[in-house]
């Protein structure tokens, strides 16, 4: 059998130990039907639905989000999350839930942007880099822009930090319907992806130490880890038997 026909007809598994961000989906999912309220109130447990998601989308958004569902020829649709949507009065909106990118909160968008609208918040933050996400229904509600902004501190010839924001390729999340090809898409395509992660997660979500790791040849091993005081501090390994550590970055 060659690779690509062992590909196409592997069946990926899907357990607890297996935290890609649609196991992950999948275990949340679990959790929400088994809580109090849904117990309470056993309509809302299917309420929730997988989301698909377009990751770094670069080229002319309108062309994408014309389509609906995503047009096959340009959505790869590498990433899910978990979607709810909602009604505050008349007013339309969804909650994102989304532990494959250990968002620690749930996400409200609101259709006009107003209260509960979450808006920018900071996701990620270390001395040197920090990364915001913003949330904006788009194309009829049928989709989630995701934006990304990103700062980085540089030293100048004045030996002074500055700081430069640039907005990242922004991803877009389809909410119109339910992904029925978590598994068989998102899932698959994982498993050939060469930058590998694993982390660990507090009680509220966030992140506390983890590694990451690019499959070739001249790839860097990363151990990263946060201290009481919430710095972080990496430890890079080039080879086996080589490491170079640094801290506070």
Known sequence: MSLTEFF?????????EHHTCVGLSFDLMDRIRKSAVCVEFPSAAKRFFLASCQEEYEEDLSDFVSSSPPDVDFAFKEHVVVALKISVGDRLGVVILDSGYHVSRAVTVMEDQRYPHTGWFFQTRMAKMTKEYNYQL??????LLWQVRQTTATMTTTTQNERESKILPPNLVYIHRNFLGGVDVAERRSLVYSFKVCVTRNAVGEVTSGFYFALKSDGVFTLFY????????????????????????
């Open 138 to 143: 788009i194309a009829g509600n049928k989709y």
């Open 8 to 16: 196409r007809k592997y069946d990926p598994p899907i357990t607890a």
């Open 226 to 249: 946060r201290n009481v005081d919430g710095e972080r501090s990496e430890c890079k390994i080039p080879e086996i038997g080589r490491a170079s550590c640094r801290e506070r970055v």
